[in-house]
């Protein structure tokens, strides 16, 4: 019986070696969020999903970790009778499912938000809401605390006239939240006015936060997204997709008295330039780990007034390699595997990625070759993991 117990365990034990697993979530419109297990053993891959939650209330648009406090936060945008939405918290236990902590109301249409803690320890969450053009600060306490019962601030940017595309730019439509490298100041991108608005914080308390100088785009880009890049020799450079021009920018971000100072650098299609604006929409943009890549996911087949609706089986990824004086090159137009990639994450190491899709209500997990930046394809075995949610898949991420 000894022997016997002693050769289990061995058996139990090269098995546990051999097999590894890492926790996703993903947040869909269904109402869901939603823990997902990617596990390998050997060579195979299984990506299943293992807990799920609706505490988010209706319409989850936004997850983000707070790794040193192992709680999850996340926006709920709302639904099309609401008058608010909510920002939501959760604690995670050992096996990825999620418990609600605390909620407070948020403006409607919450798309984004970003973790901010300043030089003394203050903690806050500035979110960006999108159809209502909203801006809101929210004190974050202890352990998934959400202190009072709304944003400390609130603030809905308005703009003087019109951009040249009045359908998505009659007014301001904020999408995006970024944190820039010193801590110091948040962009919030302005797709309806073709603005980086810049921001700073209070140090103590997070709020409130003032507008300064920031970033003028040409008018029709639409920027969305957008990340920052600090090279080794010290210069800092924002790269934002356009959703509406449906280019990549590089700009050169200097820090001045009043504000950033953004120049730019470079410009470069998605996809390709002979694709009408504003038709084949691009959606996130993501910095690999290793900063050399970036990534850009493009809705030109599935965008119902694209010229090449249908014409493949997915919308896809574009990777682009950094230069070192900014400017950028395409290494490769992948397939994202499916339909409207609206965003992406990297693991920790970048030799996967996973993709969450809108249309079909899909998260796809890639292989990805860190060397060349490219995602590796089907054919060579490159899509290790596919599952479909409750409702179009708005926020993936890698618990890592």
């Given at each position: ?49 293992t ?17 040193s ?11 099309s ?17 999620l ?138 450079f ?12 590089s ?6 008295k ?8 470079f ?10 604006a ?23 087949k ?8 249908g ?30 990639p ?15 899709h ?24 490159g ?6 949610l409750?409702g179009?898949v ?7």
């Amino acid at each position: 019986m000894h022997r016997i117990s002693l050769n289990l365990l061995a058996g139990l034990g090269l098995w546990a070696s051999s097999c590894s697993a890492v926790t996703l979530f993903a947040a869909d419109s269904g109402g869901n969020v939603t823990t997902l297990a990617l596990t390998k053993s050997g060579s195979n891959y299984t990506l299943a999903v293992t807990a799920k939650t609706a505490e988010c209330e209706v319409n989850p648009s936004w997850i983000n970790i707070d790794k040193s406090s192992r709680v999850l936060y996340c926006l709920d945008r709302g639904s099309s009778s609401s008058t608010s939405g909510s920002l939501n918290s959760f604690s995670i236990d050992a096996n990825g499912a999620l418990s609600r902590l605390d909620r407070v109301t948020a403006p409607l249409s919450g798309v984004a938000g970003g973790i901010i803690t300043t030089s003394t320890g203050a903690r806050a969450i500035v979110s960006a809401s999108y159809n209502q053009s909203a801006a809101a600060v929210y004190a974050l306490g202890e352990n998934g605390d959400l202190p009072g019962t709304g944003p400390l601030q609130q603030i809905f940017p308005t703009l003087n006239k019109t951009g040249p595309v009045p359908s998505r730019q009659d007014r301001s439509y904020l999408h995006d939240v970024i944190v820039d490298p010193t801590n110091k100041y948040v962009v919030l991108m302005d797709l309806g006015g073709d603005l980086g608005r810049v921001y700073t914080y209070d140090k103590n308390t997070v709020a409130p936060i003032a507008e300064v100088d920031g970033l003028v785009t040409a008018p029709g880009t639409g920027p969305r997204h957008g990340v920052f890049h600090t090279f080794k020799n010290g210069k800092v450079f924002f790269f934002f997709n356009g959703e509406l021009d449906q280019k990549v920018y590089s700009y050169r971000v200097k820090y001045t008295k009043s504000g950033l100072s953004f120049k730019k650098v470079f410009e470069i299609p998605a996809i390709d330039a002979s694709l009408p604006a504003t038709q084949a929409p691009t959606s996130e943009i993501a910095l690999s780990p290793d900063k050399r890549f970036l990534v850009v996911s493009n809705r030109e087949k599935s965008f119902r007034d694209s010229p090449i609706l249908g014409s493949g089986p997915s919308d896809t990824l574009s990777t682009f390699a950094i230069n070192s004086d900014g400017t950028l090159k395409l290494v490769q137009l992948a397939p994202s595997g499916g339909w409207s990639p609206r965003q992406f994450s990297f693991n920790k190491k970048g030799d996967m990625i996973a993709v969450g899709h809108q249309n079909n209500r899909t998260v796809v997990i890639w292989k990805r070759d860190i060397k060349s930046g490219k995602i590796v394809l089907e054919e060579d075995g490159g899509k290790i993991g596919q599952v479909t949610l409750t409702g179009a898949v708005v926020s993936t991420i890698w618990d890592e």
